[in-house]
């Protein structure tokens, strides 16, 4: 079984430009999760879905964070315009519906913004 | 206010269990606890998940007592392997379902 798919894997920009993160769950999983993971500390959920539906986006920061899930599978989370503290790992999971609870993750895209 | 308490670091030899607790107050009743393992330049990895009393598995075993205000990821006989950060999830129930990592503990194992 094929794991979720992240990318890129790295990425540098500059402060007030754009970026945008791709997720490719995995196949058959309903619920997908987008955290922020600033070094040192936990993950932070921004957003989850449920298919292509917002099931909780309350600590997405939605004046420069966006994410969408279009047909239900694939997801991007975008970031416009970059600060200096959007510096961290983004990590995209799943789960399925029968096991809820137990989320599979992605690599990661560590971002750094100058 | 939610919020979740796990020691920032544990020192252990090969071969020692380990004993790691996440303290969170005011968790969803209906929701389960989850713990995950998360090595360097990785994702988390689900290691088990409870709702009350004792779950084992074949890596780990977690202990939940009846008040639900805490929980504790025992690690049997602890290898190099296992040295990586261990982290709590939860959901708060804040009038919301709020999913909520634990700050992680590190774990250190040495020879």
């Known amino acids: 079984e094929a794991g979720v798919a992240q990318s890129p894997r790295y990425k540098i920009i500059e402060k007030r430009q754009s970026v945008a993160f791709w997720c490719n769950p995995i196949?058959?999983?309903?619920?997908l999760y987008w955290y922020q993971q600033i070094l040192g500390q936990g993950p932070k959920l921004l957003i989850q879905?449920?298919?292509?539906?917002?099931?909780?986006d309350s600590q997405l920061p939605k004046d420069r964070f966006s994410a969408e899930r279009l047909k239900g599978v694939d997801s991007t989370l975008k970031i416009q315009p970059a600060k200096l503290e959007d510096s961290a790992v983004y990590l995209c999971?799943?789960?399925?519906?029968?096991?809820?609870?137990?989320?599979?993750f992605g690599p990661g895209t560590r971002l750094t913004v100058t | 206010l939610a919020k979740t308490t796990q020691p920032i670091s544990m020192d252990s030899y090969e071969g020692q269990e380990v004993n790691i607790t996440c303290s969170h107050n005011n968790i969803a009743t209906n929701d389960y606890i989850t713990w995950y393992q998360q090595f360097p330049s990785q994702g988390p990895r689900f290691i088990i998940q409870g709702y009350k009393t004792k779950v084992k598995n074949e890596v780990a075993s977690l202990f939940i007592p009846a008040d639900r205000k805490s929980s504790t990821l025992s690690l049997p006989r602890v290898s190099l392997s296992d040295t990586a950060v261990y982290y709590c999830?939860?959901?708060?129930?804040?009038?919301?379902?709020?999913?909520?990592f634990g700050s992680g503990t590190r774990l250190q194992v040495q020879p």
């Open positions: 879905f449920q298919n292509n539906g917002v099931v909780d």
């Open positions: 999830l939860v959901a708060f129930d804040t009038g919301r379902r709020a999913l909520t």
């Open positions: 999971a799943s789960s399925g519906r029968d096991r809820a609870y137990e989320q599979y």
């Open positions: 196949s058959g999983h309903a619920t």
